[in-house]
């Protein structure tokens, strides 16, 4: 009788067990703030680097942000396409962009206009994959005033990502919102130990110094990164369910 129980138990087995979760690929696209660091512009750190320990084993990250790309460029360098081109079913693609969209005297600007219709691009073809695109605001650059409160410097470009979010029924991360927030928290002289800001001889890399305050280093990337992975649980994502737990 026992025996038969356990032969019982065992073809029921698969029945009642937990299926496996299907392995997916987080793709990155964006600019500087968020792309992979070469070790000669150490301990500059973008946001992505740190961002891809927070994932079990189901999870690859795939970061193809660069520095100094914009929703143009990385559409004409022929960056996007390979993106595409891999996507597959339950995938993500978390979308920064804004910090070199929005300066007329750079190369790499775009109007307001074709912001919001290369954003709708990358969604549009994000979904045609049965991918999960995110949208997320340009996070913030280190601005104060004189009373010490923050300055935003994305209003224009920032207000198009939740506008484009919106009209698309898309998942947007406001981090140009929660970033100010932060920086608001460590203040303004503070915040200076977030970014990539060295004295002259502090760094081999920098051996003049550095006052950056655009891009982070280590520890301005882990907690922005942090900030990401906050959201991704408070809006109950499915992909909240993929974060490594401790053993």
């Known amino acids: 009788m026992k025996?038969?129980?356990?032969v019982i138990f065992l073809f029921l087995l698969p029945v009642f067990s937990r299926p496996l979760r299907k392995n997916i690929t987080l793709w990155m696209i964006g600019d500087s703030t968020m792309s992979v660091k070469q070790v000669k512009f150490y301990p500059e750190t973008g946001w992505?680097?740190?961002?891809?320990?927070?994932?079990?084993?189901?999870?690859?990250?795939?970061?193809?942000?660069?520095n100094g790309r914009s929703t143009r460029t990385f559409i004409t360098e022929n960056r996007w396409q390979p993106v595409t081109g891999?996507?597959?079913?339950?995938?993500?693609?978390?979308?920064?962009f804004g910090h070199n969209d929005e300066v007329p005297t750079k190369a790499s600007y775009t109007t307001e206009a074709e912001f919001k219709a290369n954003l709708v691009k990358y969604?549009?073809?994000?979904?045609?994959?049965?991918?999960?695109?995110?949208l997320l605001t340009p996070v913030a650059r280190r601005k104060f005033d004189t009373a010490g409160k923050v300055e935003g410097t994305h209003e224009v470009y920032s207000?198009?990502?939740?506008?484009?979010?919106?009209?698309?029924?898309?998942?947007l991360i406001d981090l140009d919102k929660k970033s100010q927030e932060l920086l608001q928290q460590w203040g303004v002289?503070?915040?200076?130990?977030?970014?990539?800001?060295?004295?002259?001889?502090?760094?081999?890399?920098?051996?003049?110094?550095?006052?950056?305050?655009?891009?982070?280093?280590?520890?301005?990337?882990?907690l922005v990164a942090q900030l990401v992975l906050a959201e991704i649980k408070n809006q109950h994502l499915e992909l909240a369910n993929r974060i490594v737990h401790p053993k």
Request: charged share 25%.
């Open 123 to 134: 969604i549009t073809d994000t979904k045609q994959k049965k991918a999960i695109p995110i």
């Open 48 to 66: 992505g680097m740190p961002f891809t320990s927070f994932w079990d084993s189901t999870v690859t990250v795939d970061n193809r942000a660069q």
């Open 3 to 6: 025996k038969q129980t356990l």
């Open 159 to 171: 207000a198009i990502v939740r506008t484009v979010a919106a009209e698309n029924n898309v998942v």
């Open 86 to 96: 891999n996507l597959q079913d339950g995938d993500y693609v978390f979308i920064q």
């Open 189 to 222: 002289e503070r915040s200076k130990y977030l970014f990539n800001q060295l004295q002259p001889g502090e760094h081999p890399n920098y051996p003049e110094g550095k006052e950056d305050n655009t891009h982070f280093n280590e520890l301005g990337a882990r």
